[in-house]
Nanobody
Framework: QVQLAESGGGLVQAGGSLRLSCAAS????????MGWYRQAPGKQRDLVAV???????DYADSVKGRFTISRENAANTVSLQMNNLKPEDTAVYYC?????????????WGQGTQVTVSS
């Protein structure tokens, strides 16, 4: 089992910045992927950004150039720096963890943190 603890989020005006952080603990194996998804009211949960242990990252087109994902492998943490926030970024943001083959690529989710961007 893997546990995820999220921090950050909140209310910000359009054009502002926020930083989300997530710490993973438990049965963590190297070769994992960490990242963030988000879900707006009435919509499906969508990818925001993910990063593997080698530092290779993928972003949703809607956040490229505004959001930056990073991780510290030794601490098993992942962060999402969100700049130039827009009202359409308003959503619940979920920390995501996909473990290595030793755990059959099992996926884990955080409880979610609310990000609200006012216009």
């Amino acid at each position: 089992q893997v546990q995820l603890a999220e921090s950050g989020g909140g209310l910000v005006q359009a054009g502002g910045s926020l930083r989300l952080s997530c710490a993973a603990s438990g049965s963590i194996f190297s070769g994992n992927v960490m990242g963030w998804y988000r879900q707006a009211p009435g919509k499906q949960r969508d990818l925001v950004a993910v990063i593997n242990s080698g530092g290779s990252a993928d972003y949703a087109d809607s956040v490229k150039g505004r959001f930056t994902i990073s991780r510290e492998n030794a601490a098993n943490t992942v962060s999402l720096q969100m700049n130039n926030l827009k009202p359409e970024d308003t959503a619940v943001y979920y920390c995501y963890f996909r473990n290595a083959p030793r755990d059959r690529y099992r996926e884990y989710w955080g409880q979610g943190t609310q990000v609200t961007v006012s216009s």
